[in-house]
């Protein structure tokens, strides 16, 4: 057979960190923007083995594991290989490689960190982003997180965009061109193809190889607005679920993920624990949401038994919607029914259930705010019951916001900023730390980085770092 060529395009991953072990991920696309969907990423029908190593060193002199996956065309060649019996709190580094079809051919390696013990005091360095949208700009904030290096990264959702180019994309809204035809998503072969388009950025790669990421979803995965099963504008629900499950599929074979789609669906609510540092509670605000319930009854059950039952120092949501309430002065509607505040008594449940150490962290709007949550928003002397941390997209088009008037008008918001980029974190049992980072433009690469503002969290208050 004639080599295939370079099969590691899409770069390498790793991700789901527990104290003994994480995954790591690849995909062979020796055409990672192919349109036969007989031949996804370019690879032919064949079951490819692929050789894996985990070292303890950079040089790979120290391999502690390593063995051989198979890679088969129902994944699109995707690569999960879980590594079990690694030493709580370690960095370890990865790579993958290959034989024929292809010219023998090594993977970049990745770095990748477990989580603690669980009676560990030792603090986690986590860094969350959201909203990337390749056409709106470059993605040099995620090079700078890259250069970082976390502990583990918090992906908030809308990884990608299933949107084809407009008509009339508007000034600042079409920086990079997607791959061709440029059409939105609808079928498999298309979300492949999308999040290939993303994952050919070296960027993107850089982050991903510099530390695991935890990741969860919002709704441009699958479509705008979208609401468990059903598509949120009035198409034929059956087209509707047969995209979705292609969808979610697709996101399966992009990231490093502990569990496959089934024909249920896929489940991403999940617990992470960071020794006595930091508990992360993962949740899935799209796939179970009905008018009634953002979450569904079991999901919600098992996030309150959670917040109940957890015992370390900070309490971590990491989800993709704005928490607080956020009222927006002018006409009407004030309040955003698909972000939080059109599920106000699920709210309340968690906010009045007086855990201590709460940090709810999220993202979607585009912009970066910081406050703090009440068991009554409707009450400003209300006890604080937490805080809430929203990062800023990495390059999706910030709206039009009169920040003045929404800080105003929502006391327990304390802080706005326009740009983009990402917010890194520091919990550990003596104290809590976010500085949210900012670049300056994203129409072009090489912006610097600065931070925009940093805070600690004192009694479930926000206290800004002194200037």
């Known amino acids: 057979m004639t080599n295939l060529g370079y099969p590691f395009t899409l770069g390498v991953a790793s991700g789901e960190p ?58 699109a060649h995707s690569v999960h290989v879980k590594v079990d019996g690694l030493r709580p709190g370690g960095d370890y580094f990865y790579r993958f490689s290959v034989g024929a079809p292809f010219a023998a051919t090594t993977s970049p390696a990745g770095r990748t960190r477990t989580a603690p013990a669980a009676g560990a005091a030792t603090p986690v360095r986590f860094a969350f982003v959201s909203c990337q949208r390749y056409e709106h700009g470059h993605f040099t904030a995620l090079r700078h997180l890259a250069d970082e ?9 809308d990884y990608i965009y299933e949107y084809g180019r407009p008509a009339d994309p508007g000034p600042g809204r079409y920086v990079r061109r997607l791959e061709a035809p440029e059409e939105a998503c609808q079928t498999l ?14 960027d993107l790669q850089a982050a991903h190889r510099a530390a695991p990421w935890i990741a969860t979803w919002d709704d441009h995965e699958v479509r705008d607005n979208y609401r468990g ?17 292609a969808a979610y599929q697709a996101y399966y074979e992009h990231l490093p993920l502990r569990v496959r789609p089934s024909a249920s669906g896929l489940q ?11 508990d992360f509670l993962v949740l899935d605000v799209r796939q179970y949401r009905t008018a009634a319930t953002m979450l569904g009854t079991a999901q919600e059950e098992w996030l309150l038994a959670r917040l109940a039952g957890s015992a370390a120092r900070w309490k971590v949501l990491v989800q993709p919607l704005f928490f607080s309430r956020r009222f927006v002065p002018g006409p009407p509607p004030n ?24 940090v709810v962290i999220a993202g979607d709007v585009h912009n970066a705010w910081a406050g703090e ?82 805070f600690g969290v004192r009694d479930d208050r926000l206290v800004p770092d002194a200037v």
């Open 18 to 75: 527990l104290p003994d072990s994480v995954i790591i991920w690849t995909r062979l696309a020796p055409e990672p923007l192919g349109r036969d969907p007989r031949r996804p990423g370019g690879m032919p029908g064949l079951v490819v083995p692929v050789r894996w190593q985990v070292a303890e060193d950079e040089g790979f002199r120290r391999i502690v594991r390593q063995g051989t996956a198979q890679a088969d065309r129902r994944w």
């Open 149 to 157: 290096r976390p502990d583990v990264v918090l992906q908030l959702g």
């Open 189 to 202: 072969q298309q979300y492949r193809n999308r999040y290939a388009r993303y994952r050919t950025d070296p």
């Open 229 to 245: 099963a059903l598509p949120g504008d009035g198409s034929d629900p059956a087209v509707f679920r047969r995209r979705r499950a």
């Open 268 to 278: 991403m609510h999940r617990w992470r624990p960071y020794g006595r540092a930091a």
């Open 335 to 358: 309040l955003r029914a698909d972000a939080w505040d059109g599920y106000p008594e699920f709210r309340r449940r968690v906010t009045g259930a007086g855990v201590r150490g709460l």
């Open 373 to 454: 949550l009440r068991a009554d928003f409707a009450d400003p002397a209300s006890a604080p019951a937490g805080v809430e941390l929203v990062g800023s997209s990495v390059t999706s088009m910030p709206p039009a916001t009169d920040s003045a008037a929404v800080l105003a008008a929502n006391p327990h918001l304390r802080f706005f900023d326009g740009r983009r980029g990402y917010v890194v974190c520091t919990a550990g049992v003596e104290g809590f730390h976010a500085a949210y980072r900012a670049v300056d433009f994203v129409d072009r690469p090489g912006s610097p980085v600065r931070t925009a503002a940093g």
